[in-house]
């Protein structure tokens, strides 16, 4: 009786193109239950396979998946999944001789209408079964429920974001005898501060006594609680405790990767920029990334001229920061020299991350820029990609996205401070005060 439950239970997906570029490996984390991919979807993936970017990657590997497992099969009927306790593919070509159907309730022949077609297919053909279309797009899962079918997303990895920690733990009532001792000394070892805090590393606390407070930061290699202070980088100083720590643990040679979060005007790039900059002795070179999002989803091959006439426009806020930190100095000043000749050299990139995949980072600082617009798997490929003495350090606002398949749960940036939090080599910190200027703080605030 068991197992015949458990065959009832059985669930039917079908997945759309936007699942299959997120995660090649989509199909197969469905568990027990069986995959439907209509022929509408591998054709979008001809157009996507060409290219550099994660989507066409995607793409590519997906077909080669389907291919393997296919092999000397018929598509059309269904194949099991590789694996133990997995459920079975299959490919829906014709859509025909259906009762109703999307195309004339929506009046058009486009690629989402003929996938709600293969929704209606297996629901008519498979009775009694529970048949769910799976698609990031959040205008196909509604145009989906508004013809009765049932829709959701990819729910595999996502985080649940009000419990995303903030790197910053606020203490009242701190023991004042122990503060005075942290400023004396300049450190305080575990067994002193044991039973008062709870401790996971790289944690930066702001303890508040009786009469003083201080910045702290638990450091995991030596056990100790550090004393934390202002320290200035080519003359760009930190405004708020959430700065101050944020550059205190960028600093730190032990920790390989960073995370900075906050919204609009907080100073993340600006930070981890000057941060590199300032342990350019320590590295071969600084890279600074950040992913192209083409405005009106238009490739940038679209755009006129070579490829960095055709790059500088998403490049531009990067290269903002940069003359930022320059401005600080007088032209003729060793600093500002310095930085020209960095470029110059190519001892500081700016560049796309459209080129790493393959790639073997050493003896680098490597800064990916808006880290929200990025899928979690780009991020593990971009990490992966470390080799000795690198450091990465991602920054980005996980509440202003400006890809359609991912939000606040889904993202990149959420999912690697979810997933790495708590570990030795990683600092997170989320930045909440704007320091850019009143106005921006006013736009944030209210608008």
């Known amino acids: ?43 979008e993936l001809d157009d996507f396979k060409k290219g550099n970017d994660t989507k066409n990657y995607e793409a590519r590997e997906f077909i080669r998946f389907l291919d393997k497992c296919s092999c000397n099969r018929n598509i059309n009927d269904w194949i099991p999944l590789p694996g133990e306790d997995k459920g079975k593919f299959k490919i829906v070509m014709s859509t025909n001789g259906i009762e109703y159907s999307a195309t004339k309730i929506f009046d058009s022949n486009s690629m989402d209408n003929k996938i709600l077609n293969v929704c209606l297919k297996i629901q008519e053909e498979e009775k009694g079964k529970s048949v769910i279309l799976v698609s990031k797009d959040v205008n196909l899962r509604l145009k989906a429920r508004a013809i009765g079918l049932k829709a959701e997303d990819f729910e595999t990895g996502k985080v649940k974001i009000d419990n995303l920690p903030s790197g910053i733990e606020k203490i009242e009532n701190f023991n004042q005898e122990l503060i005075d001792e942290l400023h004396k000394n300049s450190f305080l070892p575990y067994s002193k501060i044991s039973k008062e805090l709870n401790v996971y590393p790289n944690a930066c606390y702001i303890l508040q006594g009786g009469k003083s407070s201080a910045l702290a930061y638990y450091n995991p290699f030596t056990e100790e609680l550090e004393n934390v202070n202002k320290q200035s980088c080519f003359s760009i100083k930190p405004r708020n405790a959430e700065q101050t720590f944020a550059m205190y643990v960028m600093a730190k040679p032990e920790i390989k990767l960073v995370a900075l979060h906050g919204v609009a005007g907080t100073g993340k790039t600006l ?47 990067l290269w903002d920061n940069l003359k930022f930190i320059q401005n600080q100095y007088h032209e003729n000043d060793k600093e500002y020299k310095q930085i020209t000749q960095m470029v110059e050299q190519e001892k500081l990139l700016i560049t796309p991350l459209a080129y790493i995949r393959g790639r073997s980072l050493s003896d680098v600082i490597f800064i990916v820029d808006e880290a929200q617009n990025l899928t979690p798997h780009e991020v593990k490929t971009i990490i992966s990609r470390a080799g000795e003495n690198s450091k990465f350090i991602f920054t980005g606002d996980v509440k202003q996205i400006d890809t359609p398949y991912l939000d606040e749960q889904s993202n990149g940036l959420s999912y690697l401070v979810d997933r ?23 736009a944030n605030d209210l608008l």
């Not at 708590?422 to 200027?437: P, W």
């Open 271 to 317: 930070l981890a920029l000057v941060n590199a900059l300032e342990q350019k002795k320590d590295y071969k070179q600084i890279y600074l990334a950040r992913p192209i999002i083409p405005l009106s989803n238009r490739d940038i091959g679209f755009l006129p001229g070579d490829i960095k006439s055709k790059l500088d426009p998403y490049m531009q806020p």
């Open 420 to 442: 790495i939090h708590g570990q030795n080599l990683f600092a997170h910190i989320r930045l909440e005060k704007g320091e850019r200027s009143e106005l921006a703080n006013l």
């Open 1 to 43: 009786m068991a197992k015949k439950k458990t065959v009832s239970e059985k669930k039917i997906f079908v997945l759309d193109t936007s699942i299959i570029i997120f995660n090649h490996l989509s199909i197969t984390l469905f568990a027990e239950h069986n995959i439907v991919i209509p022929i509408s979807v591998l054709e």
